[in-house]
């Protein structure tokens, strides 16, 4: 070892280090708020979860039997599973109904049509869930605007209150979500296709494609990304969907819309069952992330 | 090298984060204060709120105007009180209730359903305060809903944990132009009466009963109790509402209660839509000349003397034998004081003003549209007769005479309404549950959540 090598190694470290410590100061304060906010409240679940607590007195150990409850009792495994039916009302209809309008859209991209069409659908992303569910609560009701339109359509047979109808209710409360959340996903794939090379189209034309193949070859692989996080971002909404449901149904008739974040807000605040709760809010936090990771890993890779 | 540092730092970071975390390692509840409860109220002389300047606190019910109109009364009378009043919706105060009353005790605040909370410690015992005042004289009808035995159960014996600034009355409202028109001139007298007019009703093209069952909210529970007062003795319907040892919902009198419903409903004595009618849709329909019948309460008598004057009328739910006993669901408009209220002394005071001073009866029935508590002697305001007040307020008198007071059967425990009356009701309501198993269920859930508390 040099003399000139042992000088210039502590000044590294010491650059290195203070480079690092000021990095770390930049971090620190979302690190405090991330910590505070998302880490400490998800280990006190998950420390809850394994008690049987009221929410004020004593509480007793109960190591995993809240989790055993959730699979067990049919009302909090019933409400898991609307949570996934949710997930075609949420996901595949915005997701597929967003590619066909973001298509349409952008044949007419310079017209003043494609504006309005792009306000129009965006808008409903702006209205804040608890008014949507309560226009939409008045426009499904046995007197309200849509079974007006079915009446005067001579469809008078099929009227009913379709958020009160056991059959109805659950679809009902999806179309809700599916309303909200198309047009978040037409304009993040309308925004994806503007970035798509429009020699790719031009050598397709030249080839022969129709619209179809078009569409089919070149506008859905090239979207990706963007079907990626609409799917993630979509199913994560059906999973953890909870104001729509409250303001519409607040989980009946008889528990058919009933999902798991409702069910957790029951359990904790009316029956005082907080480790239940807490329980059930672990389940669905890895439920969320066990359908968000697929998706994330089958994107990249496709990326690649 | 970069990446070796950023391991290094890292580690440090999950080092800082978990030693945040740290603090959440006791079991839950166990470290923080647990309110003293268990001290009676003083004894001596009786409490007042002085002359000193005082702000009182109070979390009451938004859209219940009876609180604060004796609040501003209380405080003309008594100018050093002032109030410092939040409110919240029903369900929000149910759902707070238990943090509220441990973490920022209000002096003065609605109450849901008590058993838990006493069990929790968090309510002021009033039994000092109901010695100091001559509350214990009152007839004990009105005070048997508040008393709770140690550690909440059962309910209607024991230690008063709470007062009413009134006493509700529930039966049947219905609308007079309607009536005529079936040819109804008179109330049924009998459940078989009842039952010939609302077929009468449903003849004549009307909704024989406009009542709500949407949402969370199962509303056929007031004509279900209603008719299982009809057909059996309120006492063992009061045991069960009281979590009384051995009690039971699915006795052969409910079962044929229940039955009784299911054939109004198969009978489409109710709205088709009763699955998705809220309480607000049911009121603002009933109102519109819209239903013949409606079971609510005479916290609606005011708004619908003014709204409908004069064609609305009221009868208790009939009897199923001529002359039978006659029951309704009567509870008191329930407050009470946080076990570490700071002005417990004068909360009491008003609670008792409330119940004996002149100006506070007269505005507790012409604004709560409901009887006042207090003595059985104490001075009653005149009604006009033509009004339904006036029916509501004679029927407490009935209900009196024939001990047919009941707690509602949605109050037997914090959860029973939202989580098992209303779902199996709804259930019955569309034909996916029988009434055997609508009062098995309940029944379950019933036990099942006396083991859980």
């Not at chain 2, 919706?89 to 008590?114: E, G, S």
């Amino acid at each position: 070892m040099t003399p000139r090598s042992a000088h210039r190694r502590p000044a590294a470290t010491r650059l290195r280090g203070a480079r690092g410590l000021a990095g770390w100061l930049f971090i620190l304060p979302a690190l405090a708020f991330y910590t505070v906010f998302v880490l400490r409240p998800i280990t006190l679940t998950f420390q809850y979860s394994l008690y049987d607590w009221n929410g004020i007195g004593p509480s007793t150990w109960v190591g995993l039997a809240n989790y055993g409850k959730v699979f067990t009792d049919p009302d909090l495994f019933d409400s898991l599973v609307n949570a996934f039916q949710l997930i075609v009302f949420f996901s595949a209809i915005p997701v597929v109904l967003g590619l066909a309008i973001a298509a349409t859209i952008r044949r007419i991209a310079a017209s003043r049509l494609a504006l309005v069409a792009r306000t129009v659908l965006f808008l409903p992303q702006v209205i804040p869930l608890v008014a949507a569910g309560i226009a939409w609560s008045w426009l499904l009701a046995s007197t309200g605007v849509v079974n007006q339109l079915l009446t005067l359509a001579g469809l008078s047979g099929v009227t009913r209150a379709w958020l009160g109808d056991f059959a109805t209710a659950l679809p009902a409360v999806g179309m809700i979500g599916a309303w909200v959340l198309l047009g978040l996903c037409t304009l993040l794939l309308l925004a994806g296709m503007s970035k798509i090379d429009p020699a790719l189209y031009e050598a397709a034309r030249l080839d022969g494609a129709g619209p179809w193949r078009e569409f089919v070859s070149i506008t859905v692989p090239s979207l990706r990304q963007e079907i990626a996080v609409c799917v993630t971002v979509t199913v994560i909404a059906a999973l953890a969907s909870f104001d729509i449901v409250y303001i519409a149904t607040q989980g009946g008739p008889g528990n058919t819309t009933m999902v798991p974040g409702l069910q957790i807000f029951y359990l904790a605040f009316s029956e005082r069952e907080v480790g239940t709760a807490s329980a059930l809010a672990m389940v669905l936090m890895l439920l969320v992330i066990a359908c968000a990771l697929p998706i994330q890993w089958f994107a990249k890779d496709g990326g690649k | 090298m970069a990446r070796r540092v950023r391991s290094g730092r890292s580690g440090a970071a999950l080092v800082i984060a978990l030693g945040t975390l740290a603090a959440a390692c006791a079991a839950p509840g166990g470290n923080s204060p647990q309110p003293q409860a268990t001290a009676t109220s003083p004894a001596s002389a009786a409490p007042a709120c002085g002359s000193a300047p005082i702000t009182m606190s109070g979390y009451f019910e938004t859209g219940f105007p009876l609180p604060k109109a004796l609040t501003t009364e209380f405080t003309k009378q008594h100018p050093n009180v002032t109030w410092n009043v939040r409110e919240d919706q029903f369900a929000v105060i149910t759902q707070n209730a238990p943090r509220v009353l441990a973490d920022n005790p209000p002096d003065l605040m609605r109450l849901p359903q008590v058993s838990e909370l006493v069990k929790d410690d968090l309510l002021k015992n009033l039994d000092g305060y109901a010695t100091a005042f001559g509350w214990d004289k009152w007839p004990a009808s009105q005070l048997e809903q508040l008393r709770l035995g140690q550690g909440g159960r059962p309910r209607g014996e024991g230690s008063l944990y709470a007062l009413g600034l009134n006493m509700s009355m529930t039966g049947l409202f219905y609308n007079k132009k309607l009536a005529a028109q079936i040819g109804m001139s008179e109330p049924p007298a009998t459940l078989a009466e009842l039952d010939q007019a609302l077929d009468k009703a449903k003849q004549a093209g009307l909704t024989p009963i406009m009542q709500f069952n949407g949402g969370a909210t199962g509303g056929l529970a007031f004509p279900l109790q209603n008719l299982m007062a009809s057909y059996g003795p309120a006492a063992p319907i009061n045991d069960w509402i009281f979590q009384k040892p051995g009690a039971t919902i699915d006795t052969p009198a409910n079962l044929q209660a229940t039955q009784h419903l299911e054939k109004w409903i198969k009978a489409g004595y109710f709205q088709k839509d009763v699955n998705a009618v809220d309480y607000a849709t049911m009121m603002s329909r009933f109102i519109d000349g819209q239903g013949l019948f409606m079971f609510n309460g005479d916290w609606e008598s005011g708004n619908l003397d003014k709204q409908m004057a004069g064609n609305v009328g009221f009868t208790l739910m009939p009897p199923a034998e001529q002359g039978g006993k006659r029951a309704a669901m009567s509870a008191p408009l329930t407050f009470g004081i946080a076990a570490n209220a700071k002005n417990a002394d004068c909360a009491a005071f008003f609670l008792n003003w409330v119940a004996t001073d002149k100006r506070a009866r007269e505005i507790g029935v012409e604004i709560g549209g409901s009887r006042p508590m207090g003595p059985a002697d104490a001075y009653m305001p005149d009604v006009a007769a033509d009004k339904v007040t006036a029916s509501t307020l004679a029927a407490g008198a009935d209900i009196a005479k024939d001990d047919g007071a009941m707690d509602f059967i949605a109050n037997a425990t914090g959860a029973i309404y939202a989580k098992s009356w209303t779902p199996n009701l709804q259930k019955l309501v569309a034909g996916k549950q029988t009434p055997q198993g609508l009062l098995k269920t309940v029944q379950s859930d019933y036990a099942g959540q006396l083991e859980g508390n």
